[in-house]
């Protein structure tokens, strides 16, 4: 078994697809252990997650040897280098800008904790927000951003604002030096090489959707 699974490939050689169903093995290994189950074959992962044990096995070995063949692998240890390769092993601190609708559903929601994300600041345009409690956290002004940034060691930032403002909270988040966004705007905003955003718009999901049952 290789002793450092993460250099096998620089990360730049990993598709984009693979990433994303990375967390997805993650939370399907945290329930298998949370059933007592100690060993799972990529036939078994592939049900789970409706993909096929070839493919698990292909995705897993962009990273290293896992496993041994005819054996499985060994949830908790698979966990482990997962979330290791991940950087979820560690707590990171997030900041949540725009607290309208949205953003207050964000911060009040308990999910992130358990999987290392820390909501530590929260920030609206709107001075009559600024003050208020949401999510036990003191809604701050856009003013105060880079001092917090700094103070709070926030690497991660969910945005959402209206559209109008996106890209200038944006530029401001990565000014402070804030590494990744996560934006609910309906809006793509530009960013520099080394940042790495994604962009949630339920509405084109709803139309990638619809495009299938209209066929039928």
């Not at 600041?121 to 701050?140: H, K, M, P, T, Y």
């Not at 856009?142 to 700094?150: F, G, K, R, S, T």
Request: glycine share 8%; proline share 5%.
């Amino acid at each position: 078994m290789a002793s450092n699974p993460v250099t096998r490939q620089t990360r730049s050689d990993v598709p984009e697809v693979v990433i994303s169903r990375l967390p997805q093995y993650v939370r399907i290994l945290n329930r298998l252990l949370d059933d007592g189950i100690q060993v799972v074959s990529s036939q078994q992962l592939g049900e789970k997650l409706q993909v096929t044990p070839a493919q698990i096995r292909k995705d897993l070995s962009y990273f290293g040897r896992f496993g041994k063949q005819g054996r499985g692998y060994i949830v908790k240890d698979l966990l482990e280098r997962l979330r290791q390769i991940l950087g979820i092993n560690t707590s990171w601190n997030v900041a949540v800008v725009g607290v309208g609708r949205l953003g207050r559903a964000i911060l009040s929601y308990p999910g992130f904790n358990p999987d290392g994300f820390r909501l530590v600041a929260a920030f609206d345009l709107n001075n009559q927000v600024v003050g208020e409690e949401v999510g036990g956290l003191s809604v701050r002004s856009m003013d105060e951003l880079d001092q917090i940034v700094a103070k709070e060691k926030i690497s991660i930032a969910i945005v959402a604002v209206p559209v109008e403002f996106t890209q200038n909270v944006v530029d401001h988040l990565v000014a402070c030096g804030v590494k990744a966004i996560l934006n609910y705007a309906p809006i793509a905003p530009q960013v520099r090489e080394g940042i790495r955003i994604r962009n949630i718009d339920p509405v084109l999901s709803l139309q990638s959707m619809t495009y299938y049952i209209n066929e039928e």
